[in-house]
Each structure stands twice: as C-alpha cells, then as structure tokens.
C-alpha cells in the first residue's frame, strides 16, 4: 500500500504524522506511528486500503499488535483507518471487541479559485488577524485553546495535551512547514488555528473560537486569512477543508458534528477519510477506533468560505507577518546574487524549506555558479518537504545544468504526481527540458 495512492483527507492528516514520526509502508496497510506521542491514537495507527470484514479481526489485531503495541507499549488504544469510498458491513465481532462504527464522510478540499471574497464581521472593531510568533505565545494560544475546550475534557490534563501540541507546531513551524494563526480582539486571542502544508498540499491544525466571541464571524474570517495566505504567500495549490458531516468511531461517546453550512464555494468532494490535528484528547475513558472518518477539528471551514453577503460590518484588519527572507528575496528579484546569499547567511534559518530553496537557487544563478553547493540546499530543501514544487522545478534544472538529464526527468515526474494537474513549476521545468533536447542534449546558457 502507498502513501501517494492514499485520498487527500489521510494525504493531508499524514503531513502532520511525518514530522518526528514513521510512516511505513507495507503491502496490507500503511503504519503511523510517532514514539513521541505513542498514545495519540491517529498518530498511532493502521490505515487499511478497504473496510474490514467481520472475519478480519483477529487478523487485524495481530497485526496492530505487531506494528504498534509491541514496539510501544504505551500505545494501549487500538485504532484503524480505513482508505475507502464505502462502509464496511455488519462487524459484530468488532462490537464485541470494543471497536464500534459509524459512517462514512466526504472530505471537501478547496482549490485556489474557489476561495470566496474576505467575509466581514460583526459587533469587533478592533480585531486583528496575524500569524502568532511561537514559541515565544505558547501560552497566549493554550490559555486560549484551555478556555474554549468541550465540557467533557477535564481543564489539567486538557492543557497539558495542548502544551504540548503547541510545543511541536513551534517546532514544525521553524523548519517551515507549519504556522498558527489569532483572531485577536484587543489582548484577547478570541480565535486560533493552525496549517501545515508540503509546498502544495495544506491542512488545517485545530480550529476553536472562544464561547463568548462566537456568533460574529471571526473564526470565518481567520479562516479565510489563513486559505489567503497559504494561496498567496506559501503558494500551496490545495486544502483538504472540511467534511460534509463529521462522526467518529469509537467504543464510547465521542464527538459528532453537522455542516455549519453547505455554501462552500467551488469545493471537490473526496469521499475517504481524514485525521485530526494532533493527539489524544484526555477524555474521561479509552477508546478503541475503527474509522472512516478519524476525528476532525475543520468545523469552521465551510463557514469560513460562504461568505454572507448580507453582513455590511467592517472587515477584520489583517496583520502582514514580517518575512525575515523579503530582504532576500528583493535581492534575487534585482538578480544581486551574491548579496542574495549574504543576505541568506545573515538569516542562517538552516531548518526553513524556503530559506534551503532560496539559497540553492541563489548559488545555482551566481557567476560562476556553485553547483554543488546548490545541489546540497535543494537535498536539504526536500528533505524537509519532499513535494516542495520549487525545489523540485529548480532541482531538475539544476541537473540540466550538469547535464544530468535522467535526474531532470525524474523531477518532472516528480511534479506531475504532486501537482495533481498543470502547474506552473512542472510547465517550467517541462519547457527547460524540451530546450535541453532541442540544444542537442546540452545546457542551454540563461535558458533557467
């Protein structure tokens, strides 16, 4: 079973699973596991390519066993996702087990041209969106997050888990693949969320408005403001949003949920599973799982992008994260290269995706280039995002410059699979390779 075959909801919930965890491969399912947090359970499970039969469970369950429990016996739970368009059958076994079903749901993902105008708010003059600087407000967002948690989570041990959240969402946003966002109403941070992407897929981490700030749009608004900046700013081509109807599978209570609204836009329907935003929610009991459809916290998705254009109250003032690579970047837009790297160096941020990228391609275009110094931030580059599109673009032209064209090719094949449909880095790096060709298999000078 692959992980590039798997649909966009477990795609996406798998982005957050890489960071610091194991996903593998094997030919009956795909294992996730993170030694980190053995008793998150969709961190700690096994996706199935299709729903189980009744017969299956003692099968199921050695194998959980042996992937799972015996590698890590914190990790008491049993969990399992299922990769399908359809339900399983009756599974009394299963019931009789502990690990109950409910059904299915369609994850909506968003496309850059279906994202709505900026909706508007109401009864908040003063808020302001922004992009919260973590670590240093770990505990502006927990507090927060503490305040507006469900009544069945005991306060404690429910701030502890999102500490700890927290903690890893600072860590995954300095190497550059996730950022947390506020709706803030003077010092309050009234709503909060969470994305992490892979260059061209994003997702959602947690969204929560608190109780007395609901009802007037805010969290639609900041939702709005994060699908804007992953569009504009990190150029990401598709969200997995939200589902059409939210339940979970478990052994006891759980949560369950409607579509606030179905005006979603020009959303796509993927009908599989999706995972939540990152660890077991101290709960009052355990809870085995089988699952369609693995908790998820993207309520406000939906909402966020039907926008009503009745609402005539002022729209949210929005707040430009500072980019510690604009220097640079104007540099490179001038094509002062060597004040490019110089500028790069003096930012020194070795575990950002975009400032490897920048410098691999900075090195790439000085004169004379530094190829191999190129080649090593475009490696480092994907080893943080493995589908980073414009390291994958530059990657291959990089090869084309050494006259490497198997390995061009390679990254063009690349790009065809992560984009899903054309893309302006694969037809970049489609055109450079055709110019390759046609200059009898040599470098083309200036050509990229």
Known sequence: ????????GWRSHLLACAFGGEIVERDD???????????????????????????DLARWLRRFDEEITSRQPESTHLAFGVDAEQ?????????????????????LTLERAGL????????TPT?????LDLPREIDLAVDAQVAARDDSFEEAGYRVFRHSAMKRAAEMQAVGIAQWFGAIVGDVLAADCGLIHDGVLGRFQYVETQSEWRRRGLCRALVHHVCRHAFDTLGLQRWSCAPTRMTWLSASTAWSASPR????????ADRRAIGDDGGLSPRRSPMNKLSLLPLTLLLACATALAVDTTDTAPAATTAAAPDKLGAARAHIKAARWADAVAELKKVNDTRNVDWNNLMGFTHRKLVPPDLPAAERYYDAALKIAPAHRGALEYSGELYLMKGELPRAEQRLAELVRVCAGPCEEQAELKRSIERFKANGNKHVAGAY
């Open 1 to 8: 079973m692959k992980r590039a075959d798997l649909g966009l």
């Open 127 to 131: 808020l302001l969106l922004r992009k």
């Open 261 to 268: 609204s179905s005006r979603i836009g020009a959303c796509n």
């Open 87 to 107: 339900l399983p059958g009756p599974l009394p076994s299963w019931r009789v087990a502990g690990i109950d079903e409910f059904d299915a749901t369609a994850v």
């Open 116 to 123: 709505a105008a900026a909706p508007t708010v109401r009864d």
């Open 29 to 55: 399912c795909i294992v996730v596991r993170s030694p980190s947090n053995p008793s998150y359970y969709w961190g700690n499970c096994l996706i199935l390519p299709a729903p189980p039969l009744d017969s």
